[in-house]
């Protein structure tokens, strides 16, 4: 097994993992702080070369949460719904590793 480069995420649970390039992609889940306070950190781990990043990007990112679901669309990665702290969240997002930006997406305009 290879040595993982890098700074690992740090440990939690409930965060939301997805396959998308060669890259896994860990978004969110619960901390140390407990359920009142989710994270909102995205991760990869390149899977060719075993190098951890944080990814950062500007726009409009989901925020702090856990039990997301996630998708890819190639180099895309869909992030929806979860618990946010206070509640349930049903927001779409879209973080576009070729931009290294975040994004909302209006559901109610897709496909028109």
């Not at 409930?14 to 619960?30: D, E, H």
């Not at 990665?77 to 969240?89: E, I, K």
Request: aromatic letters at 8%; charged letters at 15%; one cysteine or more.
């Amino acid at each position: 097994m290879p040595t993982a480069l890098g700074a690992p995420p740090p440990a939690r649970a409930a965060a939301s993992a997805v396959v998308a390039v060669r890259k896994l992609l860990i978004f969110g889940g619960l901390g140390e702080a407990g359920p009142s306070e989710p994270l909102d950190s995205l991760h990869s781990l390149d899977l060719h070369t075993f190098e951890w990043n944080q990814l950062e990007g500007p726009g409009d990112s989901p925020g702090p949460r856990m039990h997301a679901a996630s998708a890819a669309v190639g180099c895309d990665v869909y992030v929806h719904g979860g618990w946010n702290g206070r509640g349930p969240s049903d927001g779409l997002y879209v973080f576009s590793q070729s931009l290294m930006q975040w994004s909302w997406v209006d559901e109610e305009t897709q496909g028109e």
